[in-house]
């Protein structure tokens, strides 16, 4: 059992189309963070979001935490070729620091 | 500042073996965590370590265990390697107990066993 789901699993969209996708579980979390990962590298954190209802932007990404700091979304606006990669959602859980399952995202030309 | 290093970056070991995987921690940074990638996965916690002392473990056997050097660099032991330990284990390092704050992460070795 994931502590940590995301929708989609996997996205196939046009350069230049809006995205979103989501990371759900039915625990709280103190934070929540996004990662980016390229294949044969190691993921890179884009984002924390600490309060119920916090919003951030990071240029052309938006990330929510859920007011009840058991969900996030991540949209993306224009999305390029250069955004695709592997999206996790992580959080720490007790002692632990666990992962969502990611969203494999591509951006065809 | 120099970034989270592991090593080897590949590696190809025969079932049944033993295999030590090595991370240098981002300078600064006293919280190093390891975990198991699968192909097309999500990272998979296995342990983290916080000055010296395992300081949380996942749902790993005890042939998964590791070290936490007074530098904050970070060894993971595989022993008796079977077939389904082949994937990408990613070393990850931060300044917080809880990571909290985020992770760096290095690029990870990739383990193939056969």
């Known amino acids: 059992t994931q502590l940590l789901e995301q929708s989609p699993q996997f996205l196939s969209i046009q350069e230049g189309e809006n995205l979103t996708v989501y990371c759900n579980s039915s625990s709280v979390f103190s934070s929540l963070q996004w990662y980016r990962q390229e294949p044969g590298e190691g993921p890179v954190l884009l984002v924390t979001v600490v309060t119920g209802g916090e919003v951030k932007k990071l240029k052309r990404l938006t990330f929510q935490f859920g007011d009840a700091r058991k969900d996030s979304s991540l949209h993306i606006t224009a999305a390029q070729p250069g955004d695709t990669g592997l999206y996790l959602c992580a959080g720490v859980y007790g002692q632990n620091f666990v992962f969502g399952p990611g969203t494999r995202l591509s951006v065809l030309p | ?114």
């Open chain 2, 1 to 114: 500042e120099t970034g989270v290093t592991q090593s080897p970056t590949h590696l190809i070991k025969t079932r049944g073996q033993q295999v030590t995987l090595r991370c240098s921690s981002q300078s600064g940074h006293n919280t190093v965590s390891w975990y198991q990638q699968a192909l097309g996965q999500g990272p998979q916690f296995i342990f983290q370590y916080y000055r010296e002392e395992e300081n949380g473990r996942g749902n790993f056997p005890p042939r998964f265990s590791g070290l936490q050097f007074p530098n904050y660099s970070s060894e993971l032991n595989v022993n008796a390697l079977e077939l389904d330990d082949s994937a990408l284990y990613l070393c990850a390092s931060s300044s917080a107990g809880t990571g909290d704050y985020g992770y760096t992460f290095g690029s990870g070795t990739r383990l193939t066993v056969v």
